[in-house]
């Protein structure tokens, strides 16, 4: 179990409790705290004993930290969740029973408000070439795949985090690195699932209570576009997104990193290309 948080305040705690009364008995939790100023994992480094160990960094953001802490777990199965969610009792088992099939790279639950407010979502998908999303709302009664399955809650088997990669480490602070990660998996031939059997309560904030900077959000989703689509779909992306403030700061943050070295990386080990995954799941763009 890997527990990413940043100035979650008491919510750190209550998501916690939560999963040291429901995970298997064998089970163990590690929490990335980013840089928390709030002081909500202290706690944690005053207990002496427990399942749940403790890791500082700071601003790795969500894909490093994600990394870090899975590199610190033991088990054949790895779950990453945010540090804002409640879990009924068993959530986890159909999430596991998805992933023992092979073919499966990664299993996630549905996803609803935590006041109960906010439907069910089961599952994303991307709305247009600005690489913004949408929650499938319909409930089926077997698990579907899905174009991006939500990594609030997400169990992933251990070998297929290390033969991915797990997280694009690339990708700054936080958005869009779910969907980075969904579309390299479904390419490198992993088949991405959600449950509805299981659905855990999240909190759905307007804004992000530490900065998150504006480029960096638009570098993250011209980062998935250079790293994995075509030429022509990298053209709409860009053209979708140029006129947003800042976007020439994003261009050149992304110009600046290693995006060319990890687009060819990508191509060469792709298993499906772009168009087979827009095919896929009837996305028109």
Not at 152 to 175: S, Y
Not at 186 to 211: D, K, Q
Request: charged share 25%; with cysteine; net charge positive.
């Amino acid at each position: 179990m890997v527990v990413i948080s940043r100035d979650e305040g008491p919510l750190l705690r209550r998501t916690l409790e939560n999963y040291e009364d429901t995970i298997p008995a064998n089970s163990d939790i590690v929490v990335v705290d980013d840089g928390s100023t709030d002081g909500s994992a202290d706690y944690l480094a005053r207990r002496r004993r427990g399942r749940v160990r403790l890791l500082r960094g700071q601003d790795l953001g969500v894909a490093r930290a994600r990394n870090l802490g899975a590199r610190s777990t033991h088990g054949g199965v790895i779950v990453f969740s945010d540090a804002h969610i409640t879990l009924p009792p068993f959530w986890w088992r159909p999430l596991v029973e998805l992933v023992e099939d092979p073919r499966v790279g990664a299993a996630a639950p549905g996803v609803a408000g935590m006041t109960g407010r906010r439907r069910p979502g089961y599952g994303l998908t991307f709305r247009g070439p600005d690489m913004d999303v949408r929650w499938f709302r319909r409930k089926h009664k077997s698990p579907v795949p899905v174009p991006i399955p939500p990594g609030c809650c997400l169990a992933m088997r251990r070998d297929v985090f290390e033969a991915t990669g797990g997280w694009d480490e690339g990708m700054l602070q936080r958005g869009n690195v779910d969907n980075e990660g969904a579309i390299r998996f479904w390419m490198l031939g992993y088949e991405l699932m959600v449950t509805a059997e299981t659905v855990v309560g999240h909190v759905f904030r307007e804004r992000s209570p530490y900065p998150v900077g504006w480029p960096h959000f638009l570098h993250n989703r011209l980062r998935t576009a250079f790293a994995h689509f075509n030429p022509v779909r990298v053209g709409r992306v860009v053209g979708a997104l140029r006129n947003f403030p800042l976007f020439g700061q994003a261009l050149l943050m992304l110009a600046q990193s290693n995006i060319m070295a990890h687009r060819r990386e990508m191509l060469a080990r792709q298993v499906h290309d772009d168009n087979w995954f827009f095919e896929r799941f009837g996305l028109k763009w």
